[in-house]
């Protein structure tokens, strides 16, 4: 957003008084509340549709833009900003007049209200310059034989705000409307002789449309790539217009069209010469003003927008001219005779003056406002970023460890808290990726936002695409109602997405579209969203080696790869186990209610000697089943840790034998213990949570083997992928008491 490009909520509310009163029903189709978020320095207010309404407030241009466009798709009509303003000053008098109408009333005469255009442009933006060029005919001649009169009206938009068709709507259904409020006004128009907006401004507002250039000839195409209209370039010169020394000039330091004297210097096409425009001087010989270029329409014709519904559409016409420094209107209007008092005349104009000083005023006022607004602001966040780092002077409390590998990556953790830049965090389940990619928001300047998880793997590809963009009512059998997405609910936050490896190659796609251009569609949905979301993205396997097997998208891989870091293994870190394992004692002790205050020394140096295949995860849930076993002991003890860290028992020759034995090859054999098993079932409640359990078991037995690796040890329990990470997730959070050895 430009710095302090800002509009007045006069203009929305006009916007949506008109489509709740010609079509109730594309009124009602619009998300208000989704309109309003996701503005940069905008708090969206607590009633979206009330705020808009109300004329009396300011609101950042990129919210104006995006009310517009969304009226705009609602009404599938791209002129709705000029029939809104001419509806707004046709409507019943028993509404409470604006500010422009007590002044246009007060006035009562149209050319004092054009002339002073330049007050206006600051009391309803902070980005719009108008400027009002009353030639001399209009007050020392009489009017010409149809009693038709003109003025120059020129606006500029400020370099940094885009130029959109429906600010060229509003403002000719402005000044056309206005004039409503007089009766004796016959016929007018707000006609365009050239505009600032360039043809390539216009393509973009029609998705997929172009614009082709060879040489000094352009070609406007549609998305089907026809060509729908032509132009050239063309030079613009400068052409002198002698102004009424009566009519107010406005402010030279801001003027549009330079003024020297009693003349300004207007732009003109090169070729048309001045005795074919009205009021242009014939004596003043032209100079070319130098880079001054514009494009005219040479064969017009209608660009419109694909989809569904009526398309919206805006026609060139032959002659039209685009893309010049500013935009030139003559404004052009008919009266009726009539009779007033030069004392009420008199009286008026010194009224009307009073309040346009006020305005100036008012205007200036807010301007300032609104600069303290945007500088309150930006000193909120920056003083946010301070307290964080106050906060947390050194460390991270939810990465435990001083090793080497793991101060590297608390070091990643600093610099991309920094930055929004997508990460990508590699390493073997278990190592805690999530609670890095945790420490990096944390840490960031998204703090204040949603931190949103979603686990890939464990999702089919038409449920992924839901729970990621969300989908509208009627989408698909089953939505009954309109959902958000994970985008849109983690916006203005960070959305971690785990197992990135195991996303179809259509879903790829779509997520490397939402990475390059921040936007998205929702599920049935027609129009794009626009979404602030940081993303990091973790995987347990090698991509690199999936990109190479054709599974994973080269641009998607280096796309999510803008900085990689890599989780250590447990076993590569023993350093830290004594750190994990007792705050992990901590935790579970205050949690289970239990005695413990220590682990034994024989306890300790089994947790150092093992492998750990399942990572402080499996750390994790090894010194919580200690703890929960531990019953009124003070010192947990190596006997109360799994089967795997036990130390390795001898074998009599009389087991030897037993072990080769007829009755040793019976798999349940030592299984027949009821006692034990009723203990069990207890413990998990049910049968079916018993068999639950030792189901886990066997597959965490099964990823050991395969070194964590959980596609192979899936296959090798000839199951899927998604099987094993829907049984891991049901379990793991939060992770259920662990059973005895069977």
Known sequence: MASGAWATTFLTHQLLHYLETVSPAAFRAIDFDELLTGIEGFEPPDDPLAFLRDPHHWLPEPLLRRTLVAVEEASRNKEVAYE?????????????????????????????????????????????????????????QAPTEDNERHI???????????????????????????????????????????????????????????????????????????????????????????????????????????????????????????????????????????????????????????????ALRHHFHEGEIYGAPYSCYRFRWRERPRA??????????????MILQALQQVQAVRRELLSATIGRQQLAVENLKLRRRLDQPAGHPTILGGSPAIREVCRMVDLLAETDTTALIMGETGTGKELVAQAIHRQSARASGPFLAVNCGALTESLLESELFGHEKGAF??????????????????????????????????????????EFHRVGGERPIAVDVRVIAATNQPLDRRVAEGRFRQDLYYRLKVVPVTVPPLRQRRDDIPLLAEH?????VARLKRRVTAIGPEAMAALLDYDWPGNVRELCHAIERAVLLSGGQTT?????????????RSVSAEEATATVSPASTDPWSGMDDWPRFAALLKQHGSLDGLLTQIEWRIV??????????????????????????????RLQSPPNPPIASV
Not at 701 to 726: D, E, V
């Open 84 to 140: 809104a303003a001419l509806h707004y000053f046709s409507r019943g008098r028993s509404a409470s007049p604006s500010l422009l109408e007590l002044v246009a009333l007060a006035f009562a005469d149209v050319g004092g209200m054009v002339a002073h255009s330049h007050l206006w442009a600051g009391a309803y933006t902070t980005y719009l310059r108008l400027q009002a060029l009353v030639p001399r005919p209009l007050a020392s």
């Open 152 to 310: 120059w009206l020129l606006s500029r938009i400020d370099s940094g705000v885009p130029k959109i068709l429906s600010a060229h709507h509003f403002l000719r259904g402005n000044y056309e409307g206005f004039t409503r409020l007089y009766g004796w006004v016959e016929t007018v128009a707000c006609e365009a002789d050239f505009l600032q907006l360039s043809l390539e401004e216009i393509a973009a507002e029609f998705a997929g449309a172009s614009v082709r250039w060879d040489g000094e000839r352009a070609r406007v195409c549609d998305a089907a790539g026809a060509v729908v209209a032509e132009g050239r370039a063309v030079a613009l010169e400068e052409a002198r217009i002698v102004l009424d020394p009566a009519a107010p000039a406005g402010d030279e330091a801001s003027a549009i069209a330079p003024l020297q004297e009693n003349t300004a210097s207007l732009l003109r096409p090169a070729g048309r010469t001045a005795h074919a425009v009205p009021s242009l001087s014939s004596a003043a010989s032209p100079s070319i003003t130098s880079g001054a270029q514009a494009v005219e329409i040479t064969n017009g014709g209608t660009l419109m927008s694909r989809g569904t519904g009526e």
């Open 340 to 353: 007033v008092e030069a004392a009420t005349g008199t009286v008026r104009q010194q009224f009307s003056f």
């Open 477 to 518: 059998t089953g939505a009954i109602n309109r959902r958000r997405g994970a985008f849109e609910v983690a916006h203005g936050g960070t959305l971690f997405l785990d197992e990135i490896g195991e996303i179809p190659p259509s879903m790829q796609v779509k997520l490397l579209r939402v990475l390059q251009e921040r």
């Open 584 to 588: 992990f004692l901590r935790e579970y």
């Open 636 to 648: 947990l003890t190596r006997a109360l840790l799994p089967p795997e860290l036990q130390p390795a």
């Open 700 to 729: 965490t037995k099964a990823m050991a083997a395969h070194g964590g690796n959980k596609s192979r040890a899936a296959k090798a329990l000839g199951r899927s992928y998604r099987w094993l990470r829907k049984l891991e997730s």
